[in-house]
């Protein structure tokens, strides 16, 4: 056994197991290595695993709480398509919030969330030159965490993060069309800039900016992956 399937081992035969498979499946969905319409087999995710049912069960239930899986009884689980509806309203409810975010974080500038938000910007500039779009993802995340930790509400980071999967997984749709990210840089950049000036008020334009594009590309993505939106 690999070192990745000895670490998935222990940590499923724990009391996370249940955890660590829905958010191993919950990456996998958002990064679209699982496609909607994936048929996810609960024998072979035993297998994977290395468990009983119990916590594939518990795991398959908590996707199909945040509409990432449907689940037919007695019959199958399967990738969800996209819903625009849901990514609409995951769209709403992080830039309301992170709206109010950026905003604090400009009334009082941190020096070292400051440097913190630089040296993210500078590791996804190199993931964008070298087209790893994964690790590009990983570092973006990072940096929209990291303002909600710097303005004391990582919890919300958490609230936030069951109702976007839909959005996210248009977002990572969208990724590799020519200069995305670049353009995601760019973003960061202007909206850490602003907040280092201590200007709220540039810093939620650029931010409502950034957070408001993605809904704008639906209809070439829907021509170049048909079958990855909920009809």
Known sequence: MDDVATV???????????TFIFETLRHDIIALTLAPGTILSRADLQ??????????????????????????????????PIDLEKARQGQFLRRSIELEIVRTLALNPDPVAIERLRSLIRQQNA??????????????????????????VP?????????????????RLHLPMPGKMHDVVCD?????????????????????????RSLGFVETLRVSHPGYFRP
Not at 8 to 18: E, F, M, V
Not at 155 to 171: A, C, E, P, Q, Y
């Open 188 to 212: 960061h950049q202007s909206i850490v800039d602003a907040i280092a000036a201590g200007k709220p008020d540039e810093a939620q334009v650029r931010l409502r900016d950034h957070l408001s």
């Open 155 to 171: 919890d919300l980071w958490h609230v936030v993060n069951r109702h976007v999967g839909h959005i996210d997984r248009l977002r």
């Open 8 to 18: 998935a081992s222990t940590r499923t035969r724990g009391r996370g197991g249940a």
């Open 47 to 80: 297998d994977r695993f290395g468990l009983s049912s119990t916590p594939v069960r518990d795991a398959l239930m908590r996707l199909q709480e945040e509409g990432l899986v449907d689940i037919f009884p007695q019959h199958a689980t399967v990738v969800s």
């Open 127 to 152: 993931f964008a030159k070298l087209g790893e779009h994964t690790a590009f993802t990983g570092a973006d995340q990072t940096f929209h965490k990291t303002m909600y930790d710097s303005a004391n």
